[in-house]
T-cell receptor, first 117, second 110 residues
Framework: EPEVTQTPSHQVTQMGQEVILRCVPI?????FYWYRQILGQKVEFLVS????????KSEIFDDQFSVERPDGSNFTLKIRSTKLEDSAMYFC???????????????FGQGTRLTVV | AQSVAQPEDQVNVAEGNPLTVKCTYS??????LFWYVQYPNRGLQFLLK??????LVKGSYGFEAEFNKSQTSFHLKKPSALVSDSALYFC????????FGAGTTVTVRA
């Protein structure tokens, strides 16, 4: 069964450093998302991406964050100058685009646990 | 803005007993509602969704959910809970993104 894959599974970084979290969405999906979850708490929306551009972003997704689809398969989240409060589990998700996007579920990866020290 | 609320942080049941996880929604227009489950140190797994039609939706692992428009609720149910159902459950509403509730931790004791 196709699945969303994320690498690395765990990343530890020094405060102030840049990190890139990588995702390979399901191959025929067209909508991509990043979410984060702080220590088993609420899953928070960061950004959605469609047709090679950001379609929606939350207030969390400030200038520190950026997303990119550098090739036909990868979808990355870059966090510049990481802060302690960026420590969280980051989930990538993708959706096929049907007649109505709202009909379709999003498929989530296993997540990358980011620890900023 | 569309949102969902999960009024219970935790639900504890004995194995074999019915399990209900509550969710209420606030949307403009037709609701598109989802349930996801998260096992420890894992990603989110889709359980079921309500788009339109029958108010009782059946999903994975024996779960079902009842859509109630008058009460603006979408409660998740399982007639006979298993210890392996112990997990974190999220209700969500969708427009172009999924917006999740705060989550409910379910503990099923043997």
């Amino acid at each position: 069964e196709p699945e969303v894959t994320q690498t690395p599974s765990h990343q530890v970084t020094q405060m102030g450093q840049e990190v890139i979290l990588r995702c390979v969405p399901i191959s025929n999906h067209l909508y991509f998302y990043w979410y984060r979850q702080i220590l088993g708490q609420k899953v928070e929306f960061l950004v959605s991406f469609y047709n090679n551009e950001i379609s929606e972003k939350s207030e969390i997704f400030d200038d520190q964050f950026s997303v990119e689809r550098p090739d036909g398969s990868n979808f990355t989240l870059k966090i510049r100058s990481t802060k302690l409060e960026d420590s969280a589990m980051y989930f990538c998700a993708s959706s096929p685009i049907g007649q109505i996007l709202r009909n379709t579920e999003a498929f989530f990866g296993q997540g990358t646990r980011l620890t900023v020290v | 803005a569309q949102s969902v609320a999960q009024p219970e942080d935790q639900v504890n049941v004995a194995e074999g007993n019915p399990l209900t996880v509550k969710c209420t929604y606030s949307v403009s227009g037709n609701p598109y509602l989802f349930w996801y489950v998260q096992y420890p140190n894992r990603g989110l797994q889709f359980l079921l969704k309500y788009i339109t039609g029958d108010n009782l939706v059946k999903g994975s692992y024996g779960f079902e959910a009842e859509f109630n428009k008058s009460q603006t609720s979408f409660h998740l149910k399982k007639p006979s809970a298993l210890v392996s159902d112990s997990a974190l459950y999220f209700c969500a509403v969708r427009d172009y993104k999924l917006s999740f509730g705060a989550g409910t931790t379910v503990t099923v004791r043997a």
